[in-house]
């Protein structure tokens, strides 16, 4: 939507008249959403001393520069070329190491689920923890989380976003005159997917805010190509005004769109999606043009959050789709962005890049020093080789230039500098560079926690953003996940069909066991609950659990996530095997001491994790002794899932 458009003396635009003329409404809106976006743009580009007088996209680029441990262009001047030119990555290697340490463990949320009636259901809390956990598994979140996390490490900010697709694709099959080809759900593009916003793309309303979905609107402004924006909009009414490198601007003037090339793009299109969470609405321009709904109040942002309303009915509410977070807070939430790794070790990685090239210029010329030569005989360096033999009079006389020789300081400077880094990073031993001499086990344990205090600020920045992250997550399951989809058309009726989850298998008191958690509208209303719990059980295959889930009552659940940022800086698994064994050897021979369960716990689950029963001797019963005359307990419910039961 940005361009400078060309006035006359009379006030007029130069520009040619864009062929794009909406209505009257839709120009209104555009011109109240330009507005908005300058504001933005303005935001993003504009100093502040927070950042050292720098803007937010200098920012970035000045930490993305000390992360990829950029190197200048040498010197065209023959005399300054031939100084050393040399960048020592140890920012780089530092941030790495930190990014290494702070995902070895993957990070979930922990949920806890509050029913309408103010009862905590852990069985709910548990299937939402087993669906996010199946959703992030398909929405690439290893890798997203990740990215994001090196994402903190040199950017001012790290923003993710969830999005609900649902993406079609061409399937070709035989038919007897050939192929026919039948659109289908393309499922690798399909369903929740999460991604990673660049700084420099997000256009926010005010930085003095501090938490994103208190912004009045956030606006997401990308280029894209022209064949991938036809693919997305291309059956709007409005594509066949959108023309690589042209932009539609509007006039304030007289409220008409004129054409401005944009010669930075010549291919590309400029894609603008506008979000303001008080109005609700949601709007996305290409070129500047409008791509909307003909009816401009049908606009509503597309990710939303389940509320329950005081008369007991289910309602949604607009919620922005981004979670952010960063490095380190610059101070008390009062600043939109953070303080990046990058900002904090750039200072001393410029100081170290200019002393090792200093020793290694003094290197040379000490190695190669330069020589004066006095008398009228020319000397130049052509005469230096080895086995040369030179001819000059008797009046000629060269001796070597004292440039002197102390490259010690340099090398001690550059020592100082670097333990300057390690404090604000961390030192060698915490990046895997061993120190001399034998470390024993207790000592190995001791740097581990040390290296968890001083990550453990970070740590709890991660998660911040897993926290919002599964949030916005929690809302697409609720809101996509748990409705019923048309699945065929029968007898001239629609058959709908609800969702299945297979989870993967996972350790359950010493088993391995798979999942299968079905949504389902059969347990709703009056049901005979013990029936339905005995049809569970001959479904129910070998370490398998069927779970059957009302969709309704389970929407109608709060959930609230937590994230303990201690597991972000987690033991290594030869720590933690460490620690088990000798607390084994601790507790065996104490009579205390449940025997079976230490060996349980502390023995065979270490060596194999989910599959502690397979190695126990089975303990014979013993049944509990009763009173004389007391009949056996019956077993009124059958064993097996009470899900059902549990939210019916």
């Known amino acids: 939507m940005i361009g400078e458009l060309q006035y006359d003396k009379k006030g007029n635009p130069v520009q040619h008249m864009s062929a794009y003329q909406p209505e ?13 976006f ?39 001047d023959p005399d300054e070329s031939w100084r050393a030119q040399t960048v020592r990555p140890l920012a780089r290697n530092k941030m790495i190491s930190i990014a290494a340490h702070v995902t070895a463990n993957l990070i979930y949320p922990s949920l806890f689920a509050q029913n309408d009636k103010d009862e905590e259901d852990a069985m709910a809390a548990q299937v939402m923890s087993d669906i996010m956990e199946w959703v992030q598994e398909r929405a690439d979140y290893d890798r997203v989380f990740l990215y994001s996390v090196i994402s903190m490490l040199y950017n001012p900010a790290a923003v993710m976003e969830v999005t609900y697709v649902k993406a079609m694709i061409k ?43 208190k912004q009045r609107f956030i606006g997401r402004r990308r280029y894209i190509d022209y064949d991938e924006a036809k693919s997305l909009y291309g059956k709007h009414d409005n594509w066949e005004f959108v023309t690589p490198g042209v932009k539609s601007v509007y006039s304030d003037t007289d409220g008409a769109f004129y054409d401005i090339k944009d010669d930075d793009n010549p291919t590309l299109v400029e894609e603008f999606t506008y979000y303001n969470r008080r109005e609700d609405m949601e709007v996305t321009f290409v070129n500047g043009i409008y791509f909307g709904k003909p009816n401009i109040a049908e606009n509503y942002m597309k990710h939303r959050r389940t509320v329950l309303l005081p008369d007991g009915e289910v309602a949604t509410i607009p919620v922005y789709k981004f979670a952010k977070s960063g490095y380190e807070p610059i101070d008390e939430m009062r600043f ?51 086995g040369a033999v030179n001819y000059f009079s008797s009046e000629a006389k060269s001796e070597v230039m004292d440039v002197g020789r102390n490259i010690n300081a340099g090398y001690n400077t550059l020592n100082m500098v670097e333990n300057s880094m390690s404090q604000s990073s961390q030192d060698d031993t915490r990046m895997g560079i061993s120190a001399q001499g034998s470390q024993t086990a207790f000592e190995i344990s001791r740097m581990e926690q040390n290296a968890a205090v001083q990550l453990g600020l970070f740590g709890k920045m991660i998660g911040f953003l897993v926290r919002d992250l599964s949030e916005l997550i929690i809302d697409d399951i609720v809101l996509h996940l748990t409705v019923a989809q048309m699945n065929e058309v029968i007898g001239g009726e629609v058959a709908m069909k609800y969702n299945t989850f297979l989870i993967k298998e996972k350790s359950d008191k010493g088993t391995k066991t798979k ?12 049901v005979d609950m013990k029936k339905k719990q005995l049809e569970l059980l001959k479904r129910e295959k070998d370490n398998e659990r069927i779970l059957l889930v009302n969709p309704y ?10 994230v303990n940022a201690d597991a972000v800086i987690g033991k290594s698994k030869f720590t933690e095997k460490t620690l088990k064994l000798e607390g084994y050897d601790r507790m065996i021979q104490n009579p205390m001491v449940d025997q079976q369960a230490v060996t349980k716990d502390f023995l065979v689950e270490t060596f ?8 126990m001797a089975k303990q014979p019963a013993t049944p509990a002794p009763t009173a004389p005359g007391t009949p056996p307990p019956q077993n009124e419910q059958p064993a097996g899932n009470p899900l059902a039961e549990l939210i019916q």
Do not use: C, W
């Not at 000390?66 to 065209?76: A, D, G, K, L, T």
């Not at 999942?515 to 509208?521: C, R, Y």
């Not at 009552?553 to 937590?562: G, H, P």
């Open 171 to 213: 399937a070709r099959k035989m038919a007897e005159d050939g192929y026919s080809t039948q659109d289908v759900l393309d499922e690798l593009n399909s369903g929740i997917r999460l991604g990673l916003v660049p700084v420099d793309e997000l256009l926010i309303a005010n930085v003095r805010e501090h938490y994103i979905q």
């Open 515 to 526: 999942k299968k958690i079905e949504f389902t509208d059969e347990i709703m209303g009056e």
């Open 608 to 615: 194999a994790e989910g599959e502690t029963e397979k190695y």
């Open 38 to 76: 300058f504001i933005g743009y303005n935001n993003i580009h504009r100093s502040y001393e927070e950042f050292n007088h720098r803007s937010v996209v200098e920012e970035m680029n000045a930490g993305q520069k000390v992360f990829n441990s950029y190197v200048p262009p040498r010197s065209e």
């Open 336 to 386: 939109f962005y953070y303080k990046s790794a990058a900002a904090k070790l750039g200072p001393d990685q410029d100081l170290i890049d200019t002393l090792y090239n200093m020793v290694i210029d003094g290197t040379f010329l000490s190695v190669m020093p330069p020589v004066n030569v006095f008398g009228s005989e020319e000397q130049d360096t052509g005469v230096v080789y080895p």
């Open 553 to 562: 009552q389970f929407a109608r659940m709060k959930y609230m996530v937590s």
């Open 24 to 36: 009257p409404e839709v120009a209104e809106l555009t011109a109240q959403i330009k507005k908005d």
